[in-house]
Nanobody, 115 residues
């Protein structure tokens, strides 16, 4: 059964950067599209970005030009580089397949943008 672990979150000032990492236990990046999702306090979980097996990316409008999703198939790892962070980016960030597999949710990693 595939499992995953997210990491890389933390506290950062507005305008700062973070890189999130999601490591999978199985070699699924060549087979499935992957996504980063986030859930802010009091809000529903939302899609942030996705990457297909061939490397095509999609970004929600609010992060376009600031976030970059990439992957390393050999390491079964997906990355989310987040630049120019602002308070609205504060959330717990999760990775999962796209579309979502309900059984695959991890603990997430908290990103807090605050001065």
């Amino acid at each position: 059964q595939v499992q995953l672990v997210e990491s890389g979150g933390g506290l950062v000032q507005p305008g700062g950067s973070l890189r999130l990492t999601c490591v999978f236990s199985g070699s699924i990046l060549r087979l499935y599209a992957m996504g980063w999702y986030r859930q802010a306090p009091g809000k529903q979980r939302e899609l942030v970005a996705t990457i297909t097996p061939d490397g095509t990316t999609y970004y929600t409008d609010s992060v376009k030009g600031r976030f970059t999703l990439s992957k390393d198939n050999a390491k079964d790892t997906v990355y989310l580089q987040m630049n120019s962070l602002n308070a609205e980016d504060t959330a717990v960030y999760y990775c999962n397949t796209a579309p979502i597999r309900a059984s695959l949710w991890g603990q997430g990693t908290q990103v807090t943008v605050s001065s």
